[in-house]
């Protein structure tokens, strides 16, 4: 597989800028989560005033569309995630898009508390977001990668930051490092 750098992360970022799956990709890099828990991702679980962000849902996707499952995959996917002035001015603004979005639309406005959801307030699907992920890196100078490869883009910069095996799959959600290590055991 391959792994964007820092560098690259930044670079694949601004290429979503404008783009409808803005806040999930950066999500996504960022913290290294499942696809499933970044759509999962609810408002409660933003804590602006304490900067915390709590991985506590995930949303599936099956053959009818998307289904929620109200716990992680494992305990140890039940995490939360400290949020610095980058992440929480990412939130912020999405916040308030989506109230202004709830004025304008009002009875069309489509409520569910999620953090990751398009113009009318229906929550991004995990479909949705791969198939727009592929297409924007596929038109872009970067190398081509899956948007599952963020995480392990996440892991390989953490790694490479000096943090622990331990840590670093605590902070993915690993039941435990034999898990992180066999994965990154190439890096």
């Not at 289904?67 to 939360?80: F, G, H, L, Q, V």
């Not at 109230?99 to 229906?122: A, F, I, P």
């Amino acid at each position: 597989g391959t792994f964007y750098n820092q560098e690259e992360i930044k670079e694949m970022l601004s290429l979503f800028v404008n783009t409808k799956i803005k806040v999930p990709v950066f999500l996504t890099s960022f913290y290294g989560l499942r696809r499933s828990e970044v759509i999962g991702l609810q408002w409660k679980n933003v804590d602006f005033i304490n900067k915390r962000l709590t991985i506590a849902h995930t949303t599936l996707q099956n053959t009818g569309g998307d289904y929620e499952r109200d716990n992680t995959k494992t305990d140890s996917s039940y995490r939360s995630f400290p949020m610095n002035e980058t992440v929480i001015q990412v939130l912020q603004e999405e916040k308030k898009r989506q109230e202004q979005q709830k004025e304008l639309l009002g009875n069309y406005y489509k409520n569910s508390d999620k953090v990751c959801v398009l113009s009318d307030g229906t929550p991004i699907t995990c479909n949705y977001l791969s198939k727009n992920f592929n297409k924007v890196i596929k038109n872009s100078n970067l190398p081509y990668i899956k948007l599952h490869e963020l995480r392990h883009s996440c892991a390989s910069n953490l790694l490479s930051m000096g943090f622990s095996v331990v840590q670093v799959a605590e902070w993915l959600g690993h039941s435990s490092p034999s898990t992180t290590l066999n994965f990154y055991a190439h890096i």
